[in-house]
Protein backbone atom coordinates (compact mmCIF):
# COMPACT_ATOMS: atom_id res chain seq x y z
CA UNK A 1 0.00 0.00 0.00
CA UNK A 2 1.36 3.11 -0.79
CA UNK A 3 1.74 6.42 1.86
CA UNK A 4 -0.99 7.93 -0.11
CA UNK A 5 -3.36 5.05 0.10
CA UNK A 6 -2.65 4.01 4.12
CA UNK A 7 -3.12 7.85 4.67
CA UNK A 8 -6.99 7.55 3.54
CA UNK A 9 -7.44 4.41 5.69
CA UNK A 10 -5.57 5.20 8.55
CA UNK A 11 -7.77 8.83 8.54
CA UNK A 12 -11.13 6.94 8.27
CA UNK A 13 -9.77 4.59 11.42
CA UNK A 14 -8.75 7.54 13.53
CA UNK A 15 -12.26 9.02 12.87
CA UNK A 16 -13.63 7.41 15.84
CA UNK A 17 -10.56 8.40 18.33
CA UNK A 18 -9.99 11.90 17.16
CA UNK A 19 -11.16 15.51 16.39
CA UNK A 20 -8.27 15.79 13.76
CA UNK A 21 -8.04 12.42 12.26
CA UNK A 22 -6.24 13.15 8.85
CA UNK A 23 -3.46 15.50 10.38
CA UNK A 24 -2.87 12.68 12.99
CA UNK A 25 -2.39 10.17 10.61
CA UNK A 26 0.11 12.36 8.36
CA UNK A 27 2.22 13.17 11.30
CA UNK A 28 2.38 9.46 12.55
CA UNK A 29 3.30 8.78 8.79
CA UNK A 30 5.99 11.56 8.37
CA UNK A 31 7.56 9.99 12.12
CA UNK A 32 7.65 6.60 10.57
CA UNK A 33 9.39 7.64 7.52
CA UNK A 34 11.60 10.12 9.71
CA UNK A 35 10.41 13.07 7.26
CA UNK A 36 8.51 16.36 8.42
CA UNK A 37 5.27 16.57 7.33
CA UNK A 38 5.60 18.80 4.52
CA UNK A 39 8.34 16.48 2.54
CA UNK A 40 5.63 13.45 3.47
CA UNK A 41 2.60 15.93 1.68
CA UNK A 42 5.11 16.32 -1.45
CA UNK A 43 6.45 12.42 -1.67
CA UNK A 44 3.47 10.71 -0.47
CA UNK A 45 2.15 9.52 -4.08
CA UNK A 46 6.20 7.97 -4.25
CA UNK A 47 6.57 6.36 -0.95
CA UNK A 48 6.20 3.26 0.79
CA UNK A 49 4.24 2.83 4.14
CA UNK A 50 6.73 1.58 6.28
CA UNK A 51 6.00 -1.33 8.35
CA UNK A 52 6.34 0.30 11.98
CA UNK A 53 3.80 2.74 11.12
CA UNK A 54 1.06 -0.21 11.88
CA UNK A 55 2.24 -0.25 15.63
CA UNK A 56 2.43 3.95 15.32
CA UNK A 57 -1.25 3.74 14.49
CA UNK A 58 -2.30 1.14 16.96
CA UNK A 59 -0.85 3.17 19.82
CA UNK A 60 -3.33 6.08 18.68
CA UNK A 61 -6.03 4.00 18.16
CA UNK A 62 -6.17 2.91 21.66
CA UNK A 63 -6.25 7.26 22.22
CA UNK A 64 -2.88 7.69 23.39
CA UNK A 65 -1.89 11.07 22.34
CA UNK A 66 0.17 11.74 18.71
CA UNK A 67 2.68 13.74 20.88
CA UNK A 68 3.90 11.44 22.94
CA UNK A 69 4.40 8.39 20.38
CA UNK A 70 6.17 10.75 18.48
CA UNK A 71 8.45 11.73 21.76
CA UNK A 72 7.76 15.66 20.94
CA UNK A 73 5.67 18.28 20.04
CA UNK A 74 6.30 21.13 18.22
CA UNK A 75 5.41 25.11 20.73
CA UNK A 76 6.42 28.75 19.43
CA UNK A 77 9.34 27.63 17.20
CA UNK A 78 10.75 25.61 19.47
CA UNK A 79 10.63 21.58 18.73
CA UNK A 80 10.13 19.70 22.97
CA UNK A 81 11.06 16.86 23.59
CA UNK A 82 7.87 15.36 25.90
CA UNK A 83 6.74 12.10 27.85
CA UNK A 84 4.02 11.15 30.27
CA UNK A 85 5.50 12.54 33.39
CA UNK A 86 4.98 16.28 31.16
CA UNK A 87 1.54 17.92 29.74
CA UNK A 88 1.90 18.80 26.30
CA UNK A 89 2.20 22.00 25.12
CA UNK A 90 -0.73 23.40 23.29
CA UNK A 91 -0.81 26.47 21.07
CA UNK A 92 -3.35 27.99 23.50
CA UNK A 93 -0.24 28.51 26.35
CA UNK A 94 1.66 30.74 23.27
CA UNK A 95 -0.71 33.24 24.39
CA UNK A 96 1.40 33.98 27.72
CA UNK A 97 4.53 34.54 25.43
CA UNK A 98 2.31 37.11 23.09
CA UNK A 99 1.50 38.77 26.41
CA UNK A 100 4.99 39.14 27.79
CA UNK A 101 5.57 40.34 24.56
CA UNK A 102 2.87 43.36 24.38
CA UNK A 103 3.82 44.12 27.91
CA UNK A 104 7.61 44.76 27.35
CA UNK A 105 7.50 46.24 24.20
CA UNK A 106 7.53 49.92 25.70
CA UNK A 107 9.93 48.74 28.62
CA UNK A 108 12.84 47.36 29.14
CA UNK A 109 13.49 43.61 28.70
CA UNK A 110 12.92 41.02 32.02
CA UNK A 111 16.33 40.06 32.83
CA UNK A 112 14.65 37.47 34.81
CA UNK A 113 11.97 34.94 34.40
CA UNK A 114 10.08 32.16 36.45
CA UNK A 115 8.10 29.47 35.26
CA UNK A 116 5.76 28.04 38.18
CA UNK A 117 5.34 24.27 37.14
CA UNK A 118 7.49 23.98 34.14
CA UNK A 119 6.19 20.58 32.86
CA UNK A 120 8.40 20.28 29.69
CA UNK A 121 9.96 23.90 29.97
CA UNK A 122 7.77 24.91 26.72
CA UNK A 123 7.31 28.37 28.62
CA UNK A 124 10.26 29.69 29.84
CA UNK A 125 12.46 28.10 26.88
CA UNK A 126 9.86 30.24 24.51
CA UNK A 127 10.31 32.92 26.60
CA UNK A 128 13.95 32.79 26.68
CA UNK A 129 13.95 32.63 23.01
CA UNK A 130 12.86 35.79 22.82
CA UNK A 131 14.25 37.86 25.04
CA UNK A 132 17.52 37.04 24.30
CA UNK A 133 19.56 38.88 27.14
CA UNK A 134 17.43 36.92 30.09
CA UNK A 135 18.16 34.15 32.23
CA UNK A 136 15.65 31.84 33.75
CA UNK A 137 14.66 29.97 36.97
CA UNK A 138 11.76 26.81 36.31
CA UNK A 139 10.35 24.79 39.03
CA UNK A 140 8.52 21.70 39.18
CA UNK A 141 7.47 19.14 42.32
CA UNK A 142 8.20 16.33 39.74
CA UNK A 143 11.75 14.97 38.83
CA UNK A 144 10.60 13.46 36.03
CA UNK A 145 9.41 16.26 34.23
CA UNK A 146 12.29 18.65 35.35
CA UNK A 147 14.58 16.22 33.30
CA UNK A 148 12.57 16.55 30.43
CA UNK A 149 12.91 20.24 30.79
CA UNK A 150 16.71 20.19 31.39
CA UNK A 151 17.33 18.08 28.38
CA UNK A 152 15.36 20.60 26.45
CA UNK A 153 17.28 23.59 27.62
CA UNK A 154 20.72 21.83 26.92
CA UNK A 155 19.52 20.62 23.41
CA UNK A 156 18.26 23.99 22.39
CA UNK A 157 20.78 26.20 23.35
CA UNK A 158 19.65 27.51 26.89
CA UNK A 159 21.23 25.12 29.13
CA UNK A 160 23.68 28.15 30.52
CA UNK A 161 20.68 30.31 30.99
CA UNK A 162 18.14 28.44 32.48
CA UNK A 163 17.54 26.61 36.17
CA UNK A 164 15.60 23.85 37.13
CA UNK A 165 14.88 23.37 40.81
CA UNK A 166 12.28 20.89 42.51
CA UNK A 167 10.05 22.80 44.48
CA UNK A 168 6.28 22.63 45.12
CA UNK A 169 4.54 25.91 45.79
CA UNK A 170 2.35 23.58 48.37
CA UNK A 171 5.30 23.61 50.61
CA UNK A 172 6.57 25.93 53.07
CA UNK A 173 9.34 28.62 52.20
CA UNK A 174 9.60 26.78 48.84
CA UNK A 175 10.38 30.49 47.40
CA UNK A 176 12.18 32.26 49.78
CA UNK A 177 15.70 31.60 48.15
CA UNK A 178 14.44 32.11 44.26
CA UNK A 179 14.44 36.62 44.75
CA UNK A 180 12.77 38.58 42.19
CA UNK A 181 11.61 38.61 38.97
CA UNK A 182 10.46 41.26 36.04
CA UNK A 183 8.66 38.31 34.30
CA UNK A 184 6.38 35.19 36.33
CA UNK A 185 4.75 32.51 33.45
CA UNK A 186 2.74 30.28 35.07
CA UNK A 187 0.29 27.21 33.36
CA UNK A 188 -1.26 25.58 36.62
CA UNK A 189 -3.39 22.87 36.77
CA UNK A 190 -6.97 24.42 36.62
CA UNK A 191 -9.38 21.38 35.60
CA UNK A 192 -12.70 20.85 37.77
CA UNK A 193 -12.07 17.60 39.22
CA UNK A 194 -15.10 15.84 37.59
CA UNK A 195 -14.93 17.74 34.42
CA UNK A 196 -15.11 15.26 31.40
CA UNK A 197 -11.72 15.27 29.27
CA UNK A 198 -11.25 13.17 26.07
CA UNK A 199 -9.62 9.85 26.52
CA UNK A 200 -5.94 10.86 25.10
CA UNK A 201 -6.21 13.70 28.01
CA UNK A 202 -7.55 12.05 30.81
CA UNK A 203 -5.82 8.38 30.23
CA UNK A 204 -2.69 9.69 29.21
CA UNK A 205 -1.42 12.89 30.82
CA UNK A 206 -0.61 13.54 34.27
CA UNK A 207 -3.55 14.04 36.75
CA UNK A 208 -1.14 16.72 38.56
CA UNK A 209 -0.73 19.08 35.69
CA UNK A 210 -4.48 18.91 35.29
CA UNK A 211 -6.84 19.15 38.02
CA UNK A 212 -7.30 21.34 40.63
CA UNK A 213 -10.37 21.07 42.89
CA UNK A 214 -14.15 20.90 42.42
CA UNK A 215 -13.76 24.66 40.89
CA UNK A 216 -10.64 24.32 39.15
CA UNK A 217 -8.99 27.40 40.89
CA UNK A 218 -6.99 25.96 43.79
CA UNK A 219 -3.70 26.40 42.40
CA UNK A 220 -4.43 29.90 41.97
CA UNK A 221 -5.57 30.73 45.66
CA UNK A 222 -2.47 28.95 46.14
CA UNK A 223 -0.07 31.25 44.18
CA UNK A 224 -1.82 34.58 43.36
CA UNK A 225 -1.13 35.67 47.69
CA UNK A 226 2.04 34.57 47.15
CA UNK A 227 3.03 36.27 43.66
CA UNK A 228 3.59 39.77 44.55
CA UNK A 229 6.37 38.74 46.83
CA UNK A 230 7.79 37.44 43.34
CA UNK A 231 7.67 40.25 41.27
CA UNK A 232 10.91 42.92 40.80
CA UNK A 233 9.45 46.64 40.63
CA UNK A 234 7.38 47.04 37.77
CA UNK A 235 7.23 43.35 37.15
CA UNK A 236 4.41 40.99 35.37
CA UNK A 237 2.91 37.33 36.25
CA UNK A 238 0.76 35.94 33.35
CA UNK A 239 -1.33 32.82 34.46
CA UNK A 240 -2.77 30.48 31.93
CA UNK A 241 -6.81 30.19 32.58
CA UNK A 242 -9.78 27.79 32.05
CA UNK A 243 -12.48 28.58 29.67
CA UNK A 244 -14.63 31.25 31.61
CA UNK A 245 -12.29 31.20 34.62
CA UNK A 246 -11.59 34.48 34.03
CA UNK A 247 -13.73 36.55 36.35
CA UNK A 248 -12.91 34.39 39.40
CA UNK A 249 -9.40 34.80 38.78
CA UNK A 250 -9.46 38.72 38.04
CA UNK A 251 -11.38 38.48 41.59
CA UNK A 252 -8.64 36.62 43.46
CA UNK A 253 -6.08 38.85 41.80
CA UNK A 254 -7.68 42.19 42.32
CA UNK A 255 -8.26 40.77 46.30
CA UNK A 256 -4.87 41.00 46.48
CA UNK A 257 -4.07 44.28 45.07
CA UNK A 258 -3.09 43.13 41.57
CA UNK A 259 -3.94 45.28 38.11
CA UNK A 260 -5.48 42.86 35.84
CA UNK A 261 -5.28 42.49 31.84
CA UNK A 262 -6.87 39.64 29.31
CA UNK A 263 -5.50 38.22 26.93
CA UNK A 264 -7.41 36.33 23.75
CA UNK A 265 -6.16 33.23 22.18
CA UNK A 266 -6.53 32.82 18.67
CA UNK A 267 -10.16 31.20 19.38
CA UNK A 268 -11.24 34.44 20.65
CA UNK A 269 -11.14 32.71 24.39
CA UNK A 270 -9.88 34.61 27.34
CA UNK A 271 -7.06 32.58 27.79
CA UNK A 272 -4.58 34.17 29.94
CA UNK A 273 -4.18 37.28 32.67
CA UNK A 274 -1.87 39.45 33.51
CA UNK A 275 -0.93 40.51 36.92
CA UNK A 276 0.89 43.54 37.88
CA UNK A 277 0.88 46.02 40.96
CA UNK A 278 -0.40 49.79 40.25
CA UNK A 279 2.21 52.17 40.20
CA UNK A 280 1.35 54.27 43.49
CA UNK A 281 1.13 57.61 43.64
Known amino acids: MTVSQQLVAATRALEAVSDTPRLDAELLMAHALGLNRNELLL ?16 RRLAHEPVAYIRGYQEFWDLTLAVTPATLIPRGDSETLIEASIGHFRDRKPP ?3 LDLGTGSGALLLAALSVFSEAEGTAIDASLDALAVAQANAERLGFGNRARFLRRSWRDAGWADDLGRFDLILCNPPY ?3 DAELARQVRDHEPASALFAGQDGLDEYKLLIPQTAALLAPGGVATFEIGLSQDEAVTHLAKEQGFAVSAHRDLAGIIRALSLSKPVSG
Open 191 to 193: VET
Open 43 to 58: RARDLATPPVFDALLQ
Open 111 to 113: ACI
